[in-house]
């Protein structure tokens, strides 16, 4: 993995309501890092808890996406409550997901429970999917 810094960057208005940090490395083209991050985003959107018709993405379940110099992505994500039935499993959807984006090195996703996820940081989009307005 690369050891250099990287840059945290506010994500476009439209991601879960910027409840995702992102940290981008500063020497990768900017124009890639827009469409890794955009492709990255896309992935995360296709993964659902089953129990739930929104995706983990707008659920506000991605805490921090980090894409290094070498275009490894690590992942901090969280589930809806610690118990969830696809706790193990989520995490390897996340990272086959994230996995097959194009010019993605790698992945590795953490599980964090700190802070411990609420209905806040759900997007206008998941509350409309759920009706929880």
């Not at 960057?9 to 827009?34: H, I, M, S, V």
């Not at 996703?109 to 940081?121: A, E, G, T």
């Amino acid at each position: 993995m690369d050891d250099k810094p990287t840059t945290p960057t506010a994500p476009d208005a439209g991601q879960a309501a910027g409840r995702t940090t992102f940290e981008r490395a500063p020497d990768l083209p900017a124009a890639e890092l827009d469409r890794l991050t955009d492709d990255i985003v896309a992935a995360l959107k296709t993964v659902f808890d089953p129990e739930i018709p929104a995706d983990i993405y707008e659920l506000g379940l991605i805490y921090r996406v980090e894409i290094d110099g070498d275009r490894f992505v690590t992942i901090d994500m969280t589930l809806t409550a610690p118990a969830c039935p696809v706790a193990g499993e989520m995490p390897q959807w996340v990272e086959a997901a994230v996995g097959a984006v194009g010019g993605v090195a790698g992945v590795k996703v953490d599980m964090v429970f700190d802070p411990p996820w609420d209905q806040s940081r759900m997007s206008d989009d998941a509350r409309a999917a759920l009706d929880m307005w």
